[in-house]
């Protein structure tokens, strides 16, 4: 299958859920431009706004499948469509649990996928202690937050171009006051930007760190449960031994 020669400027990953009728979350993060994630949901018929990055969890297979990533940049003037089609649900049952699976993109006859990486290999699921996936998820999942990074378009504007890049305490102090009023602005403008993108994202990791952490609870309260039961019957036997 052929692929685009040329690198496409966003990073798209899924992610599945464990137990045996499991759920997929998807994300992406553009580096260049906006992206724009179409859900099949029931009753939803509006697209979300285009951003920078995205997330959705609680997918079924189907709906997986049925969603496409819409690549918008040079100010809306480009766009390029992805589909998910290809992912059938063997595919997703085969990917491995509570990891985040990056797609790469295949290009035939026109017509964009996203489709797992070549260095990805569809594995079936490691016999684990099921007591430690969900505390190693966890720390995973911590550890990542401390990794946060956005990336962000630069501007058309040559002039907001070239005061990014200026120190501001190395202007010329013949500069107007309006001149380096504009400049702080600009500059106060792109880091509420970056905080409020950076927040979003980290609230997103909470969320599903919560789910993650009940989902230990309760696991925990099973196997406290069943090791009670083992006590008992462990007793039972020893005091018929006795007898």
């Known amino acids: ?41 029931p009753g939803v018929l509006v697209d979300p706004p285009a ?7 609680r997918l079924t297979a189907a ?7 819409l690549h918008v940049w040079d100010a809306g003037r480009k ?20 990891r985040w699976v990056e797609l790469s993109v295949e290009s035939d006859g026109g017509f964009c996928w996203l489709v797992p990486r070549g260095d ?6 490691a016999a684990v ?16 937050l401390s990794e946060v990074e956005v990336e962000f378009e ?7 171009n070239l005061d990014a890049t200026m120190p501001l305490q190395t202007m010329d102090p013949s500069i107007a006051p309006f001149g380096k009023s504009t400049t702080l602005v600009r500059h106060m403008r792109r880091e509420q930007v970056r905080a409020a993108e950076t927040i979003r994202l980290l609230e997103a990791r909470v969320s599903d ?8 609870r309760k696991r925990e309260i099973q196997l406290r449960t069943r090791v009670a039961r083992y006590q008992r019957r462990l007793k039972a036997r020893e005091s018929v031994s006795q007898k």
């Open 209 to 216: 760190l919560e789910h993650k952490l009940e989902a230990a």
């Open 51 to 57: 951003r920078q990055s995205g997330y959705e969890e």
């Open 129 to 144: 202690e099921f007591d430690d996936e969900p505390t190693r998820a966890i720390d995973e999942e911590l550890d990542a």
């Open 120 to 125: 990805v290999l569809v594995e079936t699921e």
């Open 1 to 41: 299958m052929p692929r685009m020669t040329e690198a496409p400027r966003f990073r798209f990953w899924v992610r599945r859920s464990p137990g045996e009728d499991p759920t997929f979350s998807v994300r992406f993060e553009v580096r260049k431009g906006k992206g724009l994630l179409r859900v099949a949901r």
């Open 154 to 160: 630069d501007s058309d504007d040559p002039s907001s």
């Open 79 to 98: 766009r390029q469509g992805y589909v998910l089609s290809r992912l059938s649900d063997e595919l997703l049952l085969g990917l491995p649990q509570e």
């Open 63 to 69: 709906q997986v499948r049925a969603s496409r990533f």
